[in-house]
């Protein structure tokens, strides 16, 4: 049975220069993987993985996630290639459907199909395969192949999803499967179901298929700090999530308010609506014990990797070194 895994989840809203230092900094605490987020108008993921593939030597690196309706696939899998050529075999493929894409008018029809050709579209591509693929939705023709050198031809494959379509999907092809913006431990054992579902018919282990949680993690010693942060942050995506945990009974009418202070811009006051019981499963936050407490109970629940995202403390700099100095030992026990 693979180790479980503690990785660390960037924003890609910095300057140059940051994401290597970030990157050493969790690579010399001894983190697993560090991932960067695909989020919509944030920079594009390969810029700052690219930096920090030439910053670390350790660490598993990768886009969480890219999405096959802005990108295409031939794209992504030259992004990825790049990436694990940069990081001499250490990248992994991040793939999901991509959320609030409406914004810019791109439309996301028929998400399975997209996700599961725009994967056989990738590995053909790294594989080498120029025989050809008609889907449904893309296509390549015979003879086309990528005219660079490739690392690897599998990079491990992380599709992002909360529902049982998309994790039967993850069952059939993936590596691994993402429940973002999650720190609920009563998800585990649904999500394990329902990549079941897809595994078995498959003939594949559903064991194999790693369970991975992330959500925002903010962590200081000052744990009341920390968690007023956390709840600021949770409100932004507060009724998206909670409308796709099957586990959370989240008042109705708590998500309304919350929903219209963060529309109207007040995004503290929303936060401070968010009671202690839900800000947890939803957010890693408070003390370095608390934060360390919520990861352990995802560990005891069987997810094979816990990612603290986004702002990770009251500075990015404090919060990993924070997480690494005093979360991560008390994790590796």
């Known amino acids: 049975m693979t180790a479980a895994e503690i990785g660390l989840g960037l924003q890609s809203d910095k300057r140059a220069g940051d994401y290597a230092r970030l990157a050493r900094r969790a690579e010399v605490h001894g983190f697993d993987v560090v991932s960067v987020f695909g989020d919509l108008m944030y920079q594009p993921p390969v810029f700052p993985l690219l930096e920090m593939a030439a910053a670390t030597r350790r660490v598993r690196l990768g886009a969480a996630c890219l999405n096959p309706y802005s990108l295409a696939p031939y794209e992504i899998a030259g992004q990825v290639a790049a990436l694990d050529l940069a990081s001499d075999g250490r990248a992994y493929l991040g793939l999901a459907r991509g959320t609030w894409l409406g914004a810019v008018g791109i439309p996301q029809p028929r998400p399975l199909t997209a996700l599961a050709e725009a994967a056989e579209v990738v590995y ?7 025989g050809g693929f008609e889907g449904e939705m893309f296509r390549l023709e015979p003879g086309t192949r990528l005219r660079y050198p490739v690392r690897r031809p599998r990079p ?21 499967i993402k429940v973002g913006g999650s720190a609920n431990p009563a998800m585990v054992p ?12 498959a003939g594949r282990d559903p064991g194999d298929v790693g369970i991975v949680l992330g959500a925002v993690t903010v962590v ?4 009341a700090a920390a968690r007023a942060r956390a709840r600021t942050e949770v409100a ?31 995004d503290r006051a ?22 360390a407490a919520q990861a352990r109970a995802l560990l005891d629940a069987g997810v094979r990797r816990v990612e603290f ?14 997480l690494g100095t005093a979360v991560l030992p008390m994790l590796r026990e």
Not at 124 to 130: F, N
Not at 156 to 172: E, F, N, T, V
Not at 252 to 260: G, I, P, T
Not at 309 to 322: C, I, N, R, S
């Open 124 to 130: 053909r591509l790294l594989g080498g395969d120029d």
């Open 156 to 176: 491990p494959l992380l599709l992002g999803a909360w529902g049982p379509k998309g994790a039967a999907l993850a069952g059939r092809i993936a590596d691994e």
């Open 190 to 201: 649904v999500i394990r179901e329902r990549v079941r579902a897809g595994a078995v018919p």
């Open 220 to 223: 200081d010693r000052d744990g």
């Open 236 to 266: 932004m995506y507060l009724a998206v999530v909670a409308d796709l945990d099957p586990t959370a009974d989240v008042p109705a009418d708590l998500l309304a308010r919350v929903k219209a202070l963060v529309a109207s811009g007040e």
């Open 270 to 291: 929303a936060g401070a609506l968010i009671p202690d019981d839900v800000l947890d499963l939803f957010a890693f936050s408070g003390t370095p014990g608390q934060v």
């Open 309 to 322: 995202g986004t702002p990770h403390g009251l500075t990015d700099d404090e919060g990993v070194d924070l």
